[in-house]
């Protein structure tokens, strides 16, 4: 067996934190969510070949990444380049020349779920032997998602964002396919959206009477492609965080709860409350951390309070005691206020702030 992942897409709901980089490389407890999946596939399937499609803008830097990733050590990856965004049915398209006779699981770049279900999911498909086999999600509102009806443990029928949903069960973008699938590519015709939607590839399968059935989520499972849903991904992992220590830090540090720190890492004077994870280089000062914060290489902060957020590399916060929260900042941010009466000691304010990649920023 084979894998697909897609790793196209603007990802438009995340700009400004998408302007400089595609939202698969965006880091989440600071590791890509591309690379989260590749230790799900790693660890819960026997897939060593896997084949990402990205996109002509920022494919290369995709490609660069994985190559130069310890996941390159294990997995063998082909890429495919996918010009125009044409759909998720028209991206696992155009991989049938890399795929070939095999069966295969097609994986969404942007999809963060728990260990053990792609592990659960696998095994029903290898067991049942169905043409296809679609993870899905209860929601509370499925109207923004593809749905699929299901009737005496099977699919009956895929919508895509229906207005009047017959069924809670979402798509989650995990599928697990035979190469059945192409032939059903093959005989759809392009959406409203002018794409080519895989719900109505694998409706095809169904109306020509093959089994596809379903796997339901039982576990959490995100969509990173908001600010907000890439601060609750990055909440359930730091809640599956070891608690360990590589740098030496003096008695001024209060700790508590589970912490991640990596090494050269120098703490002065501050609180910090797990889950928090800290990489290597990080400098703070006078500042209170967590809980759910995942601090990138060479962060530095000073007189800071932060609460969950993400801050990425080599990014400087300085005198800015109103506490930062539900907010991400992208690499090279300078966010510092120059006028301190908006820093008074003990303001207890909560602000959220949402900043891309090298933006500086003296006032909010």
């Known amino acids: 067996m084979k894998a697909v992942i897609l790793s196209g897409g603007s990802g438009q709901r995340l700009a400004p934190l998408t302007n400089t980089i595609t939202k698969q490389l965006l880091p989440v407890a600071n590791k890509p969510t591309l690379f989260h999946i590749l230790d799900l596939i790693k660890e819960e399937t026997p897939i060593k070949s896997i084949c990402v499609v990205v996109s002509e803008e920022y494919g290369h830097k995709v490609k660069e990444t994985l190559l130069n990733s310890e996941h390159a050590k294990y997995f063998e990856f082909d890429f495919v380049f996918q010009d125009k965004p044409l759909g998720l049915a028209h991206a696992v398209q155009i991989t049938n020349m890399h795929m070939g006779e095999e069966q295969f699981l097609m994986f969404l770049g942007d999809i963060l779920i728990n260990k053990g279900e792609l592990k659960a999911a696998y095994e029903q498909f290898i067991k049942n032997k169905p043409e296809s086999l679609v993870l899905v999600k209860e929601v509370e509102d499925p109207r923004p998602y593809g749905i699929a009806e299901v009737t005496n443990g099977k699919v009956t029928k895929l919508v895509e964002k229906p207005q009047d949903p017959k069924s809670n069960l979402c798509l ?12 059903a590519i093959a005989n759809i015709k392009p959406s409203y959206r002018g794409e080519l939607e895989i719900t109505d590839a694998v409706d095809f399968l169904i109306q020509q009477k093959n089994t596809v059935e379903y796997y339901i989520i039982k576990s959490w499972w995100f969509d990173v492609g908001t600010p907000e849903n890439m601060l609750k991904g990055n909440e359930v992992l730091l809640n599956n965080i070891s608690n360990t220590i590589n740098s030496k830090l003096n008695n001024t540090v209060k700790i508590q709860g589970k912490v991640s720190i990596d090494q050269n890492v120098i ?10 994870i800290i990489a290597k280089n990080a400098h703070i000062k006078g500042c209170k951390i967590g809980p759910y914060v995942s601090l990138g290489e060479s962060v530095t902060l000073k007189n800071t309070k932060v609460e969950n957020s993400i801050i990425r590399e080599n990014s400087r916060v300085k005198n800015f005691t109103r506490i930062i929260s539900n907010s991400v900042l992208g690499k090279n941010v300078e966010l510092a206020l120059e006028d301190n009466t908006q820093a008074v000691s003990g303001n207890s304010k909560k602000v959220k702030v949402i900043l891309g990649d090298d933006t500086k920023c003296t006032s909010l």
């Open 267 to 276: 703490i002065e004077d501050s609180e910090i409350v797990g889950p928090v």
């Open 172 to 183: 989650s973008g995990i599928y697990l396919f035979n190469p059945s699938i192409f032939y």
